[in-house]
């Protein structure tokens, strides 16, 4: 919670791309692979890795699909940090709830997880922040939603699927969210939805299927 989504926000905040970001953090499947091998002693096949560098090749051609001027734009190390740290916060965290922690009550153990992230992110906030808050519409819903539907309902279907799975097929379905942003941002906004996003989003899925097969 505080080290990857405060990450992704200060990294976005302080200049880097969004879609250089999501980059960095879409690294996390292969990442955790390449870990849980070693410190949980599960397997990769070979589809499955497979799978996984398909799915990272899907999720590179969206974002390119999506790209801006910005990722012309310069940006330093303050920048690539922050969102560096959110990548290693994720899968650490992942495959620290998998080997010592993978069944808990979703309830108590929010409660657990925000006031652990609590006492990282306030003193952060403090120092750093102005602390001035405008009331506005979009603030209020972006609020709402990053507290019900990222904190509350993604944050436990993330920990049910860690009970119930392997850290390689769960952490691969991070793959279909540029795939899926990108399929809303069309809907809802009208932006262009090209043949390489396309063949992005195909690519994405079938690296999904071969990495959660067995």
Same mark, same amino acid.
């Given at each position: 919670q505080a080290a990857y989504l405060n990450g992704v926000f200060l990294a976005i905040q302080q200049g880097l791309p969004a879609a250089l970001t999501s980059l960095i953090v879409g690294l996390q499947p292969i990442l955790t692979a390449l870990a849980a091998g070693l410190l949980l002693g599960e397997r990769v096949s070979r589809p499955q890795w497979l799978g996984l560098m398909l799915g990272f090749a899907g999720v590179l =051609?969206?974002?390119?699909?999506? &790209?801006? %001027? /910005? =990722?012309? *734009?310069? $940006?330093?190390? *303050? +920048?690539?940090? %922050? +969102?560096? !740290?959110?990548? !290693?916060? !994720?899968?650490?965290g992942t495959l620290y709830q998998k080997r010592f922690c993978p069944r808990f009550d979703l309830r108590s153990g929010a409660v657990i997880q925000f006031a652990a992230?609590?006492?990282? *992110? $306030? %003193?952060? #906030?403090? #120092?750093? /922040?102005? &602390? #001035?808050?405008? @009331?506005? #519409? %979009?603030?209020i819903f972006a609020l709402l939603w990053l507290v019900l539907m990222l904190s509350l309902a993604a944050i436990s279907l993330l920990n049910l699927m860690i009970q119930r799975g392997s850290t390689v097929s769960v952490t691969s379905l991070f793959y279909l969210t540029p795939a899926v942003t990108a399929v809303?941002? @069309?809907g809802l906004f009208g932006e262009r939805l090209g043949a390489l996003a396309i063949v992005g989003m195909t690519v994405a899925g079938i690296g999904v299927w071969l990495a959660r097969s067995r």
């Open positions: =051609l969206v974002v390119l699909n999506s &790209r801006s %001027p /910005e =990722l012309g *734009t310069s $940006w330093g190390l *303050t +920048a690539l940090l %922050p +969102a560096v !740290i959110a990548l !290693i916060g !994720i899968t650490l992230s609590l006492l990282v *992110t $306030w %003193p952060l #906030a403090a #120092a750093f /922040e102005p &602390r #001035a808050i405008d @009331w506005q #519409a %979009p603030f809303l941002a @069309w």
